[in-house]
């Protein structure tokens, strides 16, 4: 067990290195949609790449995953073919998000020797989840129903 000043300092070394490794500007919160973002995740089992959806409206956010649920067969054909779509997930603190997240087992934050491993994984999922996104952006961002 790591001290919280480890901790923090393994965090800190792991996201400098990532972007060290892979040194380019990720869309995350730049989607252009309030309340719909990338993001990166790891921690002692798993990584994961994460499209969180989390408007605080409850029709917004319904329409904005209905709509990456009608592209699901393009999506896991074609860019992400382990992508899970999640309409309800549960955070811990309780609140209700839809969620589509990619996730890679086996890898650790405090395993160094699994860093690059990560680091591949967060690159090629989330570049991905990217030229995904981009492609069926205007889709995407339209809230009007009718598709």
Not at 46 to 55: G, M, Q, R, T, Y
Not at 69 to 76: A, G, R, V
Not at 84 to 102: D, M, Q
Request: hydrophobic content about 35%; overall charge negative.
């Amino acid at each position: 067990m790591y001290s919280k000043e480890e901790s923090l300092k393994i965090k800190k070394e792991f996201w400098v290195q990532f972007a060290e490794s892979y040194p380019r500007k990720w869309i995350l919160y730049d989607t252009k949609i309030k309340d719909v973002t990338f993001k990166f995740y790891v921690d002692n089992k798993k990584a994961l790449v994460l499209l969180d959806i989390e408007p605080k409206e409850e029709e917004k956010r319904k329409i904005y995953f209905e709509k990456i649920q009608s592209l699901q067969t393009l999506l896991l054909e074609d860019y992400l073919p382990d992508a899970i779509l999640e309409r309800n997930h549960y955070l811990e603190s309780g609140k209700v998000i839809s969620r589509v997240w990619i996730e890679k087992l086996n890898v650790s934050l405090n395993n160094k020797s699994t860093w690059q491993e990560i680091f591949d994984f967060f690159n090629t999922s989330m570049s991905q989840f990217e030229v995904f996104f981009y492609e069926y952006e205007d889709y995407i961002k339209d809230l009007e129903t009718n598709t």
